[in-house]
């Protein structure tokens, strides 16, 4: 049953604390991505790869860091110089070419 | 700079009737639209997709138009039911370092009312 998983799906962290969201995908894409929402919104894309060991940076990237290790793999971490954290993060992946899937979401709050 | 815009926020429709959403882009390299369906707390489900050699693409309910000469592409539902009730957006890529890259617009809240 391929799809794409993250965990988990609410967060909470105090303000001034990084925090890392999972992103995993068993649909063998090589692209995968990372997008916000926030209300009334719609997606900004943070960071995308597309091979393993390297990505670039989307619109909203400040603030935010990824590694891609593995091709399953698409870690987030919103960093304390993220200046707005509270948000929603989807991640999604894709073939090089074509529609993206995406996850289920993470609703991140920080206080 | 916003390439992708969805310039209503929102539409309310009747069951049975046909719901038209619309989206107009200002970046000649698109080559390739697409529309995702979302319902809140989930992430978007891909719905219709068209490329830019194509000027329509029909899957069951759903179609997408694409005008080319003004940038502007629609989904048609017909007929409505408010199980299709949720936030629709659309998305484009092309251009030669684009790859899978999407750039979405704003997202229209279709309320499809029984």
């Known amino acids: 049953d391929g799809g794409i998983t993250q965990s988990p799906k609410y967060l909470f962290r105090k303000e001034g604390q990084n925090v890392t969201l999972s992103c995993e995908q068993n649909l063998n894409h090589d692209a995968m991505y990372w997008y916000r929402q926030d209300p009334g919104q719609g997606l900004r894309l943070i960071y995308y790869?597309?091979?393993?060991?390297?990505?670039q940076k989307g619109d909203i990237a400040e603030g935010y860091s990824v590694s891609r290790e593995k091709k399953e793999s698409f870690p987030l971490t919103v960093t304390s110089a993220q200046k707005n954290p509270t948000a929603f993060y989807l991640c999604a992946s894709s073939r090089l070419v074509g529609e993206q899937y995406f996850g289920p979401g993470t609703r991140l709050t920080v206080t | 700079d916003q390439q992708v815009k969805q310039n209503s926020p929102s539409l309310s429709v009747q069951e049975g009737r046909i719901s038209i959403l619309n989206c107009d882009y200002t970046?000649?390299?698109?080559?390739?639209f697409l529309w995702y369906k979302k319902y809140p707390a989930e992430g978007p489900t891909f719905l219709i997709s068209?490329?830019?050699?194509?000027d329509k693409n029909e899957d069951g309910r759903f179609t997408v138009f694409l005008n080319k000469s003004a940038k502007h592409l629609s989904l048609h539902i017909v007929p409505s039911q408010p199980g299709d009730s949720a936030v629709y957006f659309c998305?484009?890529?092309?251009?030669?370092?684009?790859?899978?890259?999407?750039?979405f617009g704003e997202g229209t809240q279709l309320t499809v009312n029984p």
């Open positions: 970046n000649s390299m698109f080559d390739y």
């Open positions: 790869s597309q091979i393993v060991n390297d990505f």
């Open positions: 998305a484009a890529s092309g251009g030669e370092t684009s790859g899978s890259r999407l750039t």
């Open positions: 068209i490329s830019s050699i194509k």
